[in-house]
């Protein structure tokens, strides 16, 4: 279902109008890219560092584009001034469409569910919508739409009849989650963890956990914020209803308990609930997520069984722990790699130490960044979870050599440690090494991307 947006939220935006509509026609939705544009949608041309997205407008219009923004001072070309459709002229192009989708927000006015963290926040978001979704009719964040870009493109794909928002909120410095909490006005955000991500920017992990604590700053009192209870940077009281969640103490508001791995995920069971939930995912990390989703579904008073139905038949978000199977060696192949931390990657080989039936466990594993002067500590850091079961560890990057040393430093001898400068390197001898008992994770930052490698190892 598309968005339903009247050109008269467009008319509050603008200093100026040509062209002829009515005030009670919709559009679609918006886009700031021509090349994907859906007829009835509004043209947003962004200004960017390297492109001017006012060029792309007459091919905008030409896809079916039905209205234009258009900023103040910029030349208006001819065969644009041709074509028949409005143009609402505005002081500038991002900010009108920030402040457009506030206003359809306001419109809709569906409850808002906002989501942050170091790592899981994707996987936590996705999990959050499809629980809802058996519900609710749910609008959430589409891939990783999260930031003061993304998140407008959100809004305003959102259909008229949206009861629950649930959007992610992303971060790269100080002040921009402030900025998106105060866009969104969340009622409930969750805080999945406080890791080592932007360590660069944020200095150190107190650092990171005040800024993500700007998820507060859209909030009211009558707002309720759930954080991971196992972080004692977020051990304190706020202004709004805190709930926690916890994996380890008794004392949460939700904890788990009987954790247990099996075959095609993990098993657990929640205070005061003696019933198993069932997540179809590799990772007993994965729980605390579903502790914070379940929080959220009590929230709507959801039901528990269909809470326990909609985890369990749960899709996987690419590149999250994604199981594939090689084709020609039948081999278990885990990308974990849209992204790395010191606190995920450690989380991702657990997982993969608990998982049984595999004879040969290897690991691949690449450079981390945005850790600032702790980077070297940080990755050597990784090998101190690294045990039996896993019987191979190849690094791939400058970084990850770090990994290697530190494992070289703790003399294993059942331990195989190999490291390669690229992954086109390492792929030969990932590839010599697959078969039918074996299991790969690939586990590194995004700039190394190493889905590429993956698509290489199942392709032949």
């Known amino acids: 279902m598309s968005a339903n947006i009247p050109y008269k939220l467009l008319k509050s935006e603008c200093r100026s109008y040509t062209g002829s509509f009515n005030s009670e026609d919709v559009l679609t939705g918006v886009s700031i890219d021509s090349r994907t544009v859906k007829k009835g949608e509004l043209f947003v ?32 070309p001819e065969t644009v001034e041709k074509i028949n459709v409005p143009i609402f002229y505005v002081q500038d192009t991002l900010v009108a469409m920030q402040q457009l989708s506030k206003r359809y927000l306001n419109e809709v006015n569906p409850s808002v569910v906002a989501v942050t963290g170091s790592i899981g926040k994707t996987t936590t978001k996705d999990m959050v919508a499809h629980v809802l979704e058996g519900s ?22 959102m259909p008229k009849d949206t009861e629950v928002l649930v959007v992610e909120l992303g971060m790269n410095h100080a002040g921009e989650i402030s900025f998106l909490s105060q866009h969104v006005c969340p009622d409930l955000s969750v805080i999945t963890n406080i890791g080592e991500s932007h360590m660069e920017q944020l200095g150190s992990r107190e650092g990171i956990a005040k800024a993500k604590l700007e998820i507060l700053d859209g909030m009211t009192h009558e707002g309720t914020l759930i954080v991971d209870g196992d972080e004692p940077l977020l051990d304190k009281d706020y202004f709004v209803q805190k709930l926690t969640c916890s994996v380890r103490s008794a ?38 997520n579903a502790l914070y989703t379940i929080a959220v579904a009590n929230h709507f008073h959801i039901d528990r069984q269909t809470v326990r139905q909609r985890l369990k038949n749960m899709a996987k978000t690419a590149m999250r722990m994604e199981r594939l199977k090689c084709p020609n060696t039948s081999a278990l192949l885990i990308n974990d790699a849209y992204n790395a931390s010191p606190t995920s990657m450690k989380a991702a080989i657990e997982s993969i130490i608990q998982l049984e039936g595999y004879k040969r466990k290897i690991v691949v594993l690449g450079d981390m960044y945005e850790l600032g002067d702790e980077e070297k500590s940080l990755h050597k850091s990784v090998a101190e979870v690294i045990r039996t079961p896993i019987t191979d560890v190849v690094t791939v990057g400058e970084k990850a050599l770090w990994i290697a040393q530190a494992l070289t ?38 700039g190394l991307k190493f889905e590429e490698i993956i698509e290489e190892l199942c392709s032949r």
């Not at 030409?62 to 209205?67: D, E, L, R």
């Not at 095609?264 to 609930?273: E, K, L, T």
């Not at 001898?413 to 990932?430: N, Q």
């Open 45 to 76: 041309p962004i200004i960017g560092e390297r492109f001017d997205g006012h060029e792309f407008a007459e091919t905008a219009v030409t896809s079916g584009a039905k209205a234009l923004f258009w900023q103040e001072g910029r030349p208006l």
């Open 251 to 288: 004392q949460a508001d939700l904890f788990s308990k009987n954790i247990a791995s099996t075959h095609d995920g993990v098993s657990f069971q929640v205070s005061n609930d003696d019933e198993c939930y069932h997540l179809a995912m590799i990772g007993e990390h994965h729980v605390k």
């Open 409 to 446: 430093e703790q003399f294993d001898d059942k331990l195989k440690v190999k490291h390669f400068s690229s992954k086109e390197i390492a792929e030969p001898f990932i590839r010599e090494n697959l078969d039918e008992q074996t299991v790969v994770l690939f586990k590194a930052s995004r």
């Open 136 to 157: 609710l009719h749910v609008h959430k964040t589409k891939g990783n739409y999260n930031n003061h870009i993304g998140m407008p493109l959100t809004l305003l794909q």
